[in-house]
C-alpha cells in the first residue's frame, strides 16, 4: 500500500487535470520509492518539444551513479485512450532515450 502522504498528494489532484498538476504527486511518489538516503537520484529534465516551439517536454529521471534506471514522463491519465497521443508520448520518449544513449557515449 501507498504511503498516505503519497495518496494524500493524487487525490488533490482535480478531475481532467493536465500533466503539470502531476509532478508534484509524481515528485512524492518518486522520492519515496527513491529517498534522499539512497544512492539514487530523481531529477527533473526539461526539453524543448522538436514538433512545437513553445512546448516543453518535462520527464523525471532515476539515476544510479549517473546512470539513468528510471526514465518517467507523466500525461493526463486520458492520453491513454487516445491513440495518437499515446504515439506521440511514445515518440517524445525513445527521441528522449536516443539522446541519452547519445550523450553518453554508449
Not at 485512450?81 to 508520448?89: D, E, G, L, M, N
Request: overall charge negative; charged content about 25%; some cysteine.
Amino acid at each position: 500500500m501507498w504511503h498516505e502522504k503519497v495518496l494524500s498528494q493524487f487525490s488533490a489532484v482535480p478531475a481532467y487535470a493536465t500533466d503539470k498538476e502531476y509532478h508534484g504527486p509524481y515528485n512524492k511518489l518518486l522520492n519515496s520509492l527513491f529517498p534522499v538516503d539512497s544512492d539514487f537520484v530523481v531529477s527533473l529534465q526539461f526539453i524543448e518539444d522538436p514538433q512545437c516551439v513553445d512546448k516543453t517536454i518535462v520527464f523525471y529521471e532515476v539515476l544510479l551513479v549517473d546512470e539513468p534506471v528510471l526514465v518517467l514522463q507523466v500525461k493526463p491519465p486520458g492520453d491513454l485512450y487516445v491513440q495518437s497521443k499515446r504515439r506521440a508520448a511514445d515518440n517524445e520518449l525513445r527521441t528522449y532515450m536516443g539522446d541519452v544513449v547519445t550523450s553518453t557515449g554508449q
